[in-house]
Nanobody
Framework: QVQLMESGGGLVQPGGSLRLSCAAS????????MGWYRQAPGKQRELVAS???????NYADSVKGRFTISRDGPKNTLYLQMNSLKPEDTAVYYC?????????????WGQGTQVTVSS
């Protein structure tokens, strides 16, 4: 079994910064695409940013230039540096990963971490 554990959420004022982390653990052979999603109250879950095993990144237009996604391969850890935060960034942030385990590749979600941007 594979677990994704997020950390780093919290309350921050507009214009502030937070860094989210997601640590993958379990019987992992390799991890392909990893990404951060978010879901605000009353809205659908949306992709924030993703990064492939080769390091290619993709960002939602709403976070380009403010958020940076990165990963530490040997540590199976994903990060999201969030700068210039806005109230509309308030949401539960989820880590997602495509993980090869034994003879199959499965998609996993973390439990989510709350990010609240408010003065």
């Amino acid at each position: 079994q594979v677990q994704l554990m997020e950390s780093g959420g919290g309350l921050v004022q507009p214009g502030g910064s937070l860094r989210l982390s997601c640590a993958a653990s379990g019987r992992i052979f390799s991890i392909y695409v990893m990404g951060w999603y978010r879901q605000a109250p009353g809205k659908q879950r949306e992709l924030v940013a993703s990064v492939t095993g080769g390091g290619r990144t993709n960002y939602a237009d709403s976070v380009k230039g403010r958020f940076t996604i990165s990963r530490d391969g040997p540590k199976n850890t994903l990060y999201l540096q969030m700068n210039s935060l806005k109230p509309e960034d308030t949401a539960v942030y989820y880590c997602n990963a495509d993980v090869r385990v034994a003879s199959s590749t499965n998609n996993y979600w973390g439990q989510g971490t709350q990010v609240t941007v408010s003065s």
